[in-house]
């Protein structure tokens, strides 16, 4: 039955295709009819070539899981292995302490000095309060045998306080600056007296104290800048601290400190 029916599609389109192409002018009247027509007999063919394609292909049958067991992996790793691990953990532990006790930290005072360079006759540095960049700095040079006035003072941790003393210098800057008080001294720098943190701008304003500037020139001889402002914002700070009777200490590095700090231990 199926196959008469197929025949007879089959003898509709022939007629129709002869229809058209001896009367052409049927195309653009019915060209809707014939779309759809087509479209059937599109579905048609498909039908049948799914009917014809179950008839023929069986379905397989779906595959079972496999069966061969893996190897299963070691829960806990060998004694021996394990003493290793634990020998190289300690090792690295005793570098690591050593290399820590060989290190210092920098920030071992109120204010910190890491001094960084030294041309032969001026020091340049770079000052820290509480561990935060505040000013550059500059001082005398390094000399073995010291010279008076020329000479800058030894690396170390020491008091930083009044020094109450009047003199012509406490004098000069009370009468510039009415907020001035009392000038800040090094204190117990060994055989150095009277060694204070000022204003100034090349070593010839200093005789071994600590100059102190917002800024660096790049000329020479070498020269710090902006040295008032900056040092009006220091003293107040620091005036204040020993009005409330705070300890304040100054740490002064020399050029090696990133060798001696823990920053070399990095």
Same mark, same amino acid.
């Given at each position: 039955?199926?196959?008469?029916?197929?025949?007879?599609?089959?003898?509709?389109?022939?007629?129709?295709?002869? =229809?058209?192409?001896?009367?052409?002018?049927?195309?653009?009247?019915?060209?809707?009819?014939?779309?759809?027509?087509?479209?059937?007999?599109?579905?048609?063919?498909? #039908?049948?070539?799914?009917?014809?394609?179950?008839?023929?292909?069986?379905?397989?049958? +779906?595959?079972?899981?496999?069966?061969?067991?893996?190897?299963?992996?070691?829960?806990? +790793?060998?004694?021996?292995?394990?003493? #290793?691990?634990?020998?190289?953990?300690?090792?690295?532990?005793?570098?690591?302490?050593?290399?820590?006790? &060989?290190? #210092?930290?920098?920030?071992?005072?109120? /204010?910190?000095?890491?001094?960084?360079?030294?041309?032969?006759?001026?020091?340049?540095?770079? $000052?820290?309060?509480?561990? #935060?960049?505040?000013?550059?700095? $500059?001082?005398?040079?390094?000399?073995?045998?010291?010279?008076?006035? &020329?000479?800058?003072?030894?690396?170390?941790?020491? *008091?930083?306080?009044?020094?109450?003393? /009047?003199?012509?210098?406490?004098?000069?800057?009370?009468?510039?600056?009415?907020?001035?008080?009392?000038?800040?001294?090094?204190?117990? /720098?060994?055989?150095?007296? *009277?060694?204070?943190?000022?204003?100034?701008?090349?070593?010839?304003?200093?005789?071994?104290? =600590?100059?102190?500037?917002?800024?660096?020139?790049?000329?020479?001889?070498?020269?710090?800048?902006?040295?008032?402002?900056?040092? &009006?914002?220091?003293?107040?700070?620091?005036?204040?601290?020993?009005?409330?009777?705070?300890? =304040?200490?100054?740490?002064?590095?020399?050029?090696?400190?990133?060798?001696?700090?823990?920053?070399?231990?990095?």
């Amino acid at each position: 039955m199926k196959r008469f029916v197929g025949l007879l599609v089959v003898a509709m389109v022939l007629v129709l295709v002869l =229809v058209f192409i001896t009367n052409p002018e049927l195309i653009s009247t019915i060209w809707l009819y014939l779309v759809g027509f087509i479209g059937y007999i599109v579905a048609l063919g498909e #039908k049948g070539f799914r009917s014809v394609k179950k008839a023929f292909i069986k379905d397989e049958p +779906p595959k079972k899981p496999s069966s061969a067991v893996l190897p299963q992996l070691k829960k806990t +790793p060998d004694s021996a292995e394990v003493d #290793k691990l634990e020998q190289k953990i300690h090792q690295l532990e005793g570098q690591l302490g050593a290399a820590q006790q &060989e290190g #210092k930290p920098l920030a071992a005072g109120t /204010v910190t000095v890491l001094r960084y360079m030294d041309d032969g006759e001026t020091t340049l540095g770079l $000052l820290f309060l509480r561990n #935060k960049f505040f000013a550059y700095t $500059l001082e005398d040079t390094f000399r073995v045998e010291k010279v008076k006035h &020329e000479t800058r003072i030894p690396a170390g941790k020491y *008091q930083l306080d009044f020094n109450r003393q /009047v003199t012509p210098m406490t004098e000069r800057y009370r009468h510039r600056m009415p907020w001035f008080d009392f000038h800040l001294e090094i204190k117990d /720098v060994p055989d150095f007296s *009277q060694i204070c943190i000022h204003i100034g701008n090349t070593h010839s304003d200093t005789s071994g104290c =600590v100059l102190i500037a917002d800024g660096v020139s790049a000329g020479l001889p070498r020269s710090i800048v902006q040295s008032t402002l900056t040092y &009006e914002k220091f003293y107040k700070i620091i005036h204040g601290l020993l009005q409330t009777n705070e300890q =304040v200490t100054i740490q002064v590095h020399d050029e090696d400190w990133i060798k001696k700090s823990k920053i070399a231990t990095i």
